[in-house]
């Protein structure tokens, strides 16, 4: 005779528990997914510029007032990476960086992702215009229509689409100072224009590192428009610029002679390694 264990699950009890445990695996894999089209390492970057444009407006910004800009900047950056990625969605999936995402592995469909982008950007918008200002939340809807809008297409267009594309990366310092101010000075104009000209170097040295996967994706970015050598000149030519834009706030005497040396210790080195990519023989290392 085999005696049973009353304490022993059923088989159907086994069956319902295993149900539910992969009905949860789901679930979590849903939401991953749900973060991954926010991309979050990208958002993290856009609250710690949109902070430091915040802390280097004269005053002290209201925390309360403080806290809703951050969160909703990040929201509305959470629905622009996201339309770029529906809108993107088989172009991710012919490049080895990308053809991991939520799209063009199916972990989402399209419809889930616009309604999670129009309730995401919807309501940082809201909590933007009725939290922080009416200046704040435009400079927002601005960076975010000029991303999905003007500067996703124009990537498959001309080399040009560079230029739009760092518009929108360089307003998060202006959404900062006016979230603070309620206006624009000088000083958050030179931050627009200093993380505006550093994006150009850095995505210039992206386009080298990735030119096989853009080119096998049909993106016109520069170096497989014209070429790794005319890529890496400019991205010289940006780095000296950066130089320059780095060291305006002390010209016109918005800065001391401690940011000064910080600025241009950084900018040389950066303009150092920039130029040193005219020589080298391994272009991916560089």
Same mark, same amino acid.
């Given at each position: 005779?085999?005696?049973?264990?009353?304490?022993?699950?059923?088989?159907?009890?086994?069956?319902?528990?295993?149900?539910?445990?992969?009905?949860?695996?789901?679930?979590?894999?849903?939401?991953?997914?749900?973060?991954?089209?926010?991309?979050?390492?990208?958002?993290?970057?856009?609250?710690?510029? +949109?902070?430091?444009?915040?802390?280097?407006?004269?005053?002290?910004?209201?925390?309360?007032?403080?806290?809703?800009?951050?969160?909703?900047?990040?929201?509305?950056?959470?629905?622009?990476?996201?339309?770029?990625?529906?809108?993107?969605?088989? +172009?991710?999936?012919?490049?080895?960086?990308?053809?991991?995402?939520?799209?063009?592995?199916?972990?989402?469909?399209?419809?889930?992702?616009?309604?999670?982008?129009?309730?995401?950007?919807?309501?940082?918008?809201?909590?933007?215009?009725?939290?922080?200002?009416?200046?704040?939340?435009?400079?927002?809807?601005?960076?975010?229509?000029?991303?999905?809008?003007?500067?996703?297409?124009?990537?498959?267009?001309?080399?040009?689409?560079?230029?739009?594309?760092?518009?929108?990366?360089?307003?998060?310092?202006?959404?900062?100072?006016?979230?603070?101010?309620?206006?624009?000075?000088?000083?958050?104009?030179?931050?627009?224009?200093?993380?505006?000209?550093?994006?150009?170097?850095?995505?210039?040295?992206? +386009?080298?590192?990735?030119?096989?996967?853009?080119?096998?994706?049909?993106?016109?970015?520069?170096?497989?428009?014209?070429?790794?050598?005319?890529?890496?000149?400019?991205?010289?030519?940006?780095?000296?610029?950066?130089?320059?834009?780095?060291?305006?706030?002390?010209?016109?005497?918005?800065?001391?002679?401690?940011?000064?040396?910080?600025?241009? +210790?950084?900018?040389?080195?950066?303009?150092?390694?920039?130029?040193?990519?005219?020589?080298?023989?391994?272009?991916?290392?560089?």
């Amino acid at each position: 005779m085999i005696s049973s264990d009353p304490c022993a699950p059923s088989a159907d009890a086994s069956r319902d528990l295993a149900t539910s445990a992969k009905s949860e695996a789901r679930d979590l894999s849903r939401v991953g997914a749900f973060v991954e089209l926010a991309k979050p390492g990208v958002g993290g970057l856009v609250i710690l510029t +949109t902070l430091c444009g915040a802390l280097t407006a004269p005053g002290s910004p209201s925390l309360w007032r403080l806290l809703a800009a951050l969160s909703g900047t990040s929201l509305v950056v959470a629905a622009a990476n996201g339309l770029n990625m529906v809108i993107e969605r088989e +172009t991710d999936a012919l490049m080895s960086r990308t053809r991991v995402r939520p799209l063009p592995t199916h972990r989402l469909t399209p419809q889930a992702a616009l309604v999670f982008c129009a309730a995401s950007g919807s309501v940082g918008l809201a909590l933007l215009f009725g939290f922080v200002g009416w200046l704040a939340a435009l400079l927002t809807a601005a960076a975010l229509i000029s991303y999905v809008v003007a500067y996703t297409p124009l990537k498959k267009v001309t080399p040009l689409a560079l230029f739009v594309g760092a518009v929108p990366g360089a307003l998060p310092p202006l959404i900062g100072w006016a979230s603070a101010r309620g206006s624009l000075e000088r000083l958050a104009w030179l931050e627009f224009a200093l993380l505006y000209v550093w994006q150009l170097p850095h995505f210039l040295a992206i +386009t080298i590192f990735r030119k096989d996967e853009y080119a096998r994706a049909g993106l016109r970015v520069l170096s497989v428009a014209h070429g790794i050598r005319r890529t890496k000149v400019e991205i010289a030519i940006y780095s000296l610029a950066l130089v320059f834009v780095s060291l305006l706030p002390v010209g016109l005497g918005l800065a001391g002679m401690g940011y000064a040396v910080v600025a241009l +210790t950084c900018g040389l080195g950066f303009l150092v390694l920039a130029t040193a990519g005219l020589s080298v023989r391994d272009d991916r290392r560089w």
